[in-house]
């Protein structure tokens, strides 16, 4: 196989400026793979249309919910919360040919494989506090003092769960199980739409948001469940950082405005495995 492993995230495709970007996301050879990494975008129709659009262009088509996936938007006509969203996002996508976390994880053979290629979708459990704040609550109350809170707090809704953390602590520990049923022969390429590890959110410019960004939980996931590469989003920093000798990749395509900052057109499509150097 001489196609390439490629990863986006963050299209963000209710932005027209975003979605023509989309529209010119197209593969190198009829092998290339595409990671998305979530927050494709908030209305169903949407989400459907632009991953369908993906999956007849790549190969294969590997999707991670984000949260904009997970809002409940009051201008959606799907009205479902929670894990029933989910759930209906998940047989979306099986119609669509695309994978997700809740099917069997691919083996890619291609150059640098065989790898196994696991979409996760772990979400947060306030435990990446923000500074000076020991519980969510503290933690919580800082980020609505300072002004900075995410939209998930009004959109995402965690039922039947009590709560987020809840819905994460249960994403967590299904996922183990998953995880430790693959072939340990093979590497991983492990893919969240949220940062495995706290240390991407230091760079964050407002550190109360960090809350929304992940779990302790998963701090040493990239080492025990022997990643090649981590794939990412949620941050929109996209940019390339080692922890523990592992790669993890943030492939975030974001918003007009943080993308038009950067003056080029945005080639959001990083190369994670295969494919020429
Ligand atoms: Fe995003
Ligand atoms: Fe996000």
Redesign the pocket.
């Given at each position: 196989m001489t196609g390439a492993l490629y990863a986006v995230s963050?299209l963000h495709v209710s932005y027209p400026e975003n979605r023509a970007v989309v529209d010119g996301l197209r593969p190198e050879s009829a092998d290339d793979w595409l990671i998305v990494a979530?927050?494709v975008g908030e209305l169903f129709a949407d989400i459907e249309r632009t991953l369908a659009q993906l999956r007849d262009r790549f190969a294969r088509v590997v999707w991670a919910p984000?949260?904009?996936e997970l809002w409940t938007h009051p201008t959606d006509p799907v009205t479902l919360r929670g894990v029933a969203r989910y759930e209906a996002l998940v047989a979306m996508c099986r119609g669509l040919g695309v994978l997700t976390p809740e099917d069997d994880y691919p083996v890619w053979q291609g150059a640098d494989g065989p790898v196994t290629v696991a979409p996760l979708f772990l979400l947060y459990d306030y435990s990446f506090r923000a500074p000076g704040t020991s519980t969510k609550e503290e933690s919580l109350r800082v980020a609505y003092e300072s002004g900075v809170v995410c939209t998930d707090e009004m959109l995402l809704h965690p039922d039947p769960y009590p709560d987020r953390e809840s819905w994460c602590w249960a994403r967590l520990a299904a996922t183990e199980r998953r995880l430790a049923a693959t072939d340990p022969a093979l590497p991983t390429v492990l893919i969240n739409?949220?940062p495995l590890v706290r240390q991407p959110t230091d760079v964050l410019w407002f550190p109360e948001f960090a809350q929304w960004c992940g779990t302790e939980r998963s701090a040493d996931w990239h080492v025990r469940h022997r990643a090649a590469v981590a794939v990412y989003?949620?941050l929109h920093i996209p940019r390339t950082t080692h922890y523990d000798g592992v790669r993890f990749e943030e492939v975030s395509l974001g918003y007009p405005r943080e993308w038009g900052r950067r003056g080029d057109e945005p080639r959001p499509m990083r190369r994670i495995l295969g494919g020429a150097p």
């Open positions: 963050d979530g927050d984000g949260n904009h739409h949220w989003g949620h």
